[in-house]
């Protein structure tokens, strides 16, 4: 094993959807026989479902503490510090490696930097992790690529990282939609949601929904036939969502989470089906893309022509003594 004993510290972005993807990169330096910590907030309540995994809180360490007890820190450049000294120490350690999604500052001169480790030089070490949007790879899989182009780990198949506890069989019907992220330009309609529940919720699915819990009173307005749950960290999210039979979201953190946990995904976005952000840690993940985009006024219109009854074609009829029947169905 390469890294057998290194001890090496990931330090992801707060937002969930990234910080499941950095879990990843945890899981393979795991795999190479190092000692992994990961510091993160939004994981830290989750951490008895990664047993493999020691997380923390985020406030546990700024980066010069972890470049001091780590031999590696892979680190999202946005937790550099804003004040000019502090920054340009940070900087200066030469055993923390700068990430971001897809571009780093130019200010901050990184793309490409090496990282040391011990007295091993790995080149590229700080640097956008999607290389190329184009490449129509996602971004589980960009993060096998960095790996192996710079610290020479082999990707392995997506296996499940949730080892401290068995995921339910779904055999509940329960499909799972959550409807909003931060940025509204992404959402789908509330409307199509609730036509979309309606028409699977006849075939025998249990429909609910998820959102946080500043949004449930006005979620649960929007959708007062169906059940609507928020929770108060993600730890709750995860025991609920095991066992689900799939979940069906906008481009959100929900749905790679439900990814992370090998539950069958539907992703809705105005984007292409090979967006890099689709969920990716396993086979069953489908992305619902407008069939027709209209340019309105500089905007454009794409909500109406999402092919959702895909969808609803795909997950058939629900059997609640055995497995869904796949029934085809008018558009």
């Known amino acids: 094993m390469k890294f057998q004993g290194i001890r090496v510290a990931i330090v992801p972005p707060r937002a969930l959807g990234d910080a499941t993807l950095y879990l990843r990169l945890a899981w393979l330096f795991h795999r190479e026989g190092a000692v992994v910590d990961f510091f993160s907030d ?14 923390e809180p985020l406030a546990t360490g700024g980066l010069p503490a972890l470049a001091a007890r780590h031999d590696l820190v892979v680190s999202h450049f946005n937790h550099l510090p804003a004040e000019t000294t502090a920054r340009e120490h940070c900087l200066a350690l030469r055993n923390i490696a700068f990430v971001t999604a897809k571009k780093l500052p130019p200010s901050l001169a990184l793309q490409g930097r090496e990282v040391m480790v011990g007295e091993r030089c790995f080149r590229g070490a700080s640097t956008a992790l999607c ?25 392995d ?31 789908y309609s509330m409307g199509g949601f609730r036509r979309l529940a309606q028409r699977l919720a006849r075939r025998g699915w249990r429909v609910e929904f998820v959102c946080l819990p500043r949004e449930e009173a006005q979620i649960q307005a929007r959708f007062p036939a169906f059940p609507v749950y928020s929770f108060a960290d993600t730890k709750g999210l995860i025991s609920h969502l095991l066992g689900a039979a799939c979940v069906i979201s906008n481009d959100s953190g929900g749905g790679h989470l439900a990814s992370l946990l090998g539950l069958r995904t539907f992703t809705i976005t105005r984007r292409h089906e ?35 009854w895909r969808i609803v074609e795909a997950l058939g009829v629900y059997a609640p ?3 869904a ?4 169905e008018a558009r």
């Open 131 to 155: 290389l190329d949007t184009k490449a129509g790879l996602n971004m589980v899989q960009w993060i096998d690529r960095y790996a192996q182009a710079v610290f020479g780990i082999a990707p």
């Open 274 to 308: 090979r967006f890099v952000w689709r969920p990716g840690f396993n086979g069953q993940n489908r992305v619902l893309t407008p069939l027709l985009r209209i340019k309105w006024f500089g905007d454009y219109i794409w909500r109406p022509f999402v092919p959702v």
């Open 321 to 323: 003594a055995g497995e």
């Open 42 to 55: 939004t994981l830290y309540s989750a951490r008895a479902f990664f047993d493999w995994l020691q997380i």
């Open 325 to 328: 029947v796949a029934q085809g």
């Open 157 to 187: 198949a997506c296996a499940s990282m949730l080892t401290a506890v068995e995921a339910a069989a779904p055999a509940s019907g329960r499909v799972v939609i959550f409807p909003t992220t931060p940025h509204a330009s992404k959402n």
